[in-house]
């Protein structure tokens, strides 16, 4: 795939610092080829030297500028080769086909998950680890409320309101430490209209006791606040990673189960190969 020329659509991955979210990185990939194995991915990292990456992504880009990594969302609109970008955490799994979100949102400069709207002054604002930073942007910006939300999935077009919504949020990132924050408060000072991600599209772990997932079949099913859900995409955290939280085991459960698919599928391989041979 050539990145000089911008494919229609395609999605997005970050991995950035820790080895960690590159294996993320693959197994995500995995899940794509799997449910949505026509539309193009790739994959910006401070990685790229790794010959393999170009066994599982189709454009590998790479990131030579050292940032904090969590900066590195607010430049995803100049990372991206795409005309039409879905970006996913690597921390995710996708469990259905996600060819339609591109239909959903055609037209949109930048699109994120609802969340909930939240007052300078609201108990829950504290949180963020960066507390203090955060109450000192809104107060300079004169941000009274934000929408809090969940980072882990971003739809956005190659446009000049997109361009101005990143400009503006490169700028506001250094100051909170932030994405969702960052993004918050642009979305506040530039006035974009957003149309939100609905549940069956996207959901992240926080609330969530039980589930019925397998990346294999399609099953999505997620008990989250007393409700069943049944979303496409599942965005974990590291945080999740680093715990005993029954998640973490839930994704290496199913990156298990990916793993032995691929060495069914390469011995069917090696089977037809030889068969074809006789």
């Known amino acids: 795939m050539d990145t000089e020329n911008h494919c229609d659509r395609g999605i997005l991955i970050l991995a ?20 949505s194995p026509n539309i193009p991915c ?23 500028i050292k940032r904090e990594s969590y900066t590195n969302k607010a430049y995803i609109n100049e990372l991206s080769p795409f005309k039409r970008t ?5 921390n995710s799994l996708v469990l259905k086909d996600i060819s339609h979100v591109f239909d959903l949102f055609k037209g949109q400069p930048f699109t994120h998950s609802a969340g909930n709207v939240r007052s300078i002054n609201d108990p829950l604002m504290t949180r963020y680890k960066n507390k203090n930073a955060v109450y000192r942007s809104m107060k300079h910006y004169q941000v ?18 997109a361009d101005l919504f990143f400009n503006k949020a490169q700028e506001i ?11 918050a408060i642009t979305n506040e000072l530039t006035q974009i209209p957003v149309v939100y991600f609905k549940k069956e599209i996207m959901r992240n772990f926080v609330g969530v006791t039980k589930e019925k997932i397998c990346v294999l079949s399609g099953k999505s099913s997620i008990l989250k606040k007393g409700q069943w859900e049944n979303p496409a995409i599942f965005c974990l955290s590291s945080g999740v990673f680093r715990s005993f939280h029954f ?7 199913e990156k298990l189960k990916l793993k032995l698919n691929n060495y069914k599928n390469l011995g069917n391989e090696i089977l037809n190969y030889f068969r074809c041979r006789g």
């Open 86 to 90: 879905l970006y996913i955490d690597s």
């Open 144 to 161: 009274e409320h934000i929408r809090c939300f969940n980072g882990g999935v971003y739809y956005f077009e190659k446009c000049l309101k």
């Open 247 to 253: 998640l973490h085991f839930v994704y290496m459960r």
């Open 173 to 183: 990132i250094t100051h909170v430490a932030d994405d969702e924050i960052a993004f």
């Open 16 to 35: 950035y610092g820790s080895s960690s979210y590159l294996r993320a990185a693959k197994v995500l990939r995995q899940c794509l080829k799997i449910h």
């Open 42 to 64: 790739a994959l910006a990292t401070d990685q790229y030297k790794k010959q393999r990456l170009k066994r599982h992504f189709d454009t590998i880009i790479p990131i030579k």
